[in-house]
């Protein structure tokens, strides 16, 4: 796994989406990672050291993987354009249909009252 900067994983992942607008999935995962072995940290653990914890994220469309780390610093910036990018490609969405509860529960209660 190739760790992306967070210019170059935005431009990927703004492709991603732009590809899959017609058809296709795009999954991206948030994951807290230290990037460091267990062994590492739990040496860093007993010498005192604290142990600085990254936002790990990776985006898949089922053929390509890109992936980066966010660190505290960068997340403010990053996050915006995390948004942008979701609220631009979010079109492709389809409306849910809904049903209206109090007349889906009405109709079920004249059904049960009557008797033949």
Not at 17 to 35: A, Y
Not at 49 to 76: F, W
Request: charged share 30%.
């Amino acid at each position: 796994m190739v760790l992306l900067q967070l210019d170059p994983f935005l431009n990927e992942l703004t492709s991603m989406f732009e590809q899959s607008t017609e058809k296709g999935t795009v999954w991206v995962t948030l994951k807290r990672s230290s990037l460091k072995s267990k062994v590492q940290r739990n040496k860093m653990a007993t010498a005192g050291e604290p142990v600085e914890y990254r936002c790990l994220i990776r985006a898949t469309n089922g053929k390509k993987t890109i992936s980066t780390s966010v660190g505290a610093k960068d997340h403010q910036r990053f996050q915006a354009s995390y948004t942008t990018i979701l609220k631009a490609h979010m079109t492709a969405l389809k409306k849910r249909e809904r049903k209206d509860k109090k007349k889906a529960a009405g109709a079920d209660k004249k059904e049960g009252s009557k008797k033949p």
